[in-house]
């Protein structure tokens, strides 16, 4: 099968299977099967492409790209991807750049990632801040897994951990975090269902992990409808200078304030 007609199939039957955009989806198939980028792509569509079954019978299925390919993207990153954790979001990139931003200045900072998953966050502050000092907790023993060998691969030494929020009473410079704040899974897309829950789901984190925070910064990702009231928990709890990030999408995304 030639690139062409991989592509003109994984498009259709994820078109078929709703997938939200299917020629993208289609694109990055191929081109990981080929080794080469979605632009590159386009150079020779008629070379001969193998292995286009399993992955997109994988994404018919609605697991998530970032499973089917075993990596994803995550700002200069390329990390290892698979259901131990949460896939990397843009809407997490917008948290990391707040983050970053909160740092300027700020020589050999000490950071605390709470729920670090594959390690995204932690791992690019370290990548983009050689300087800091950067612990990352989880829960989950599955998680720190895929944290450590994305911190192995990518040669990024960084502080890995099985601990929760009560981590970051210890005393941070900044401490930043991605908590579960889905409500409820019902009527949720397909692909979250592959995700694990215990990431996902959850209510109040940000508030309990402000109200237990020592850190002179605090930088939190919200789910949409939560910004107001998790700001106003930030203002009580004395945090200054309390401020709303919206994500690409025009969300209210994320929430920070100093000490």
């Keep these: ?85 949460l896939v990397p979001r843009p809407e997490t990139e917008i948290v990391f750049e707040r983050a970053l931003a909160l740092l300027e200045g700020a020589s050999a900072p000490r950071v605390l990632d709470v729920g670090v998953g594959s390690g995204a966050i932690a791992l690019a502050l370290k990548d983009e801040r050689p300087d800091a000092q950067v612990t990352g907790v989880d829960e989950s023993q599955a998680a720190l897994g895929l944290a450590r060998e ?5 040669h990024l030494e960084v502080e890995l951990r099985l601990a929760g929020l009560e981590s970051a009473s210890e005393g941070w410079d900044l401490v930043v975090s991605n908590p579960p704040y889905v409500r409820s899974l019902d009527g949720a897309q397909p692909e979250l269902r592959f995700e694990p829950e ?18 002179r910064a605090l930088v939190l990702e919200v789910g949409d409808g939560q910004a107001e009231e998790v700001a106003t928990a930030l203002e009580a709890l004395g945090y200054r200078d309390v401020r709303v990030t919206r994500d690409l999408a025009g969300i209210d995304r994320v929430v920070e304030g100093v000490r």
């Design 1 to 85: 099968m030639t690139a062409r007609e991989a592509l003109a199939e994984a498009e259709r039957r994820l078109a078929d299977a709703g997938v939200d955009a299917p020629r993208v989806d289609a694109e990055l198939i191929v081109a990981h099967l080929l080794g080469v980028t979605r632009t590159q792509l386009y150079a020779d569509l008629s070379r001969d492409v193998n292995g286009l079954e399993p992955l997109v019978r994988r994404r018919e299925l609605r697991e998530p790209l970032a499973y089917v390919l075993g990596e994803w993207g995550f700002r200069r990153l390329t990390l290892r991807t698979d259901a131990r954790a």
């Design 150 to 154: 994305n911190a192995e691969r990518l």
């Design 198 to 215: 215990i990431a996902l789901v959850g209510t109040g984190l940000q508030e309990r992990l402000a109200e237990r925070a020592r850190t």
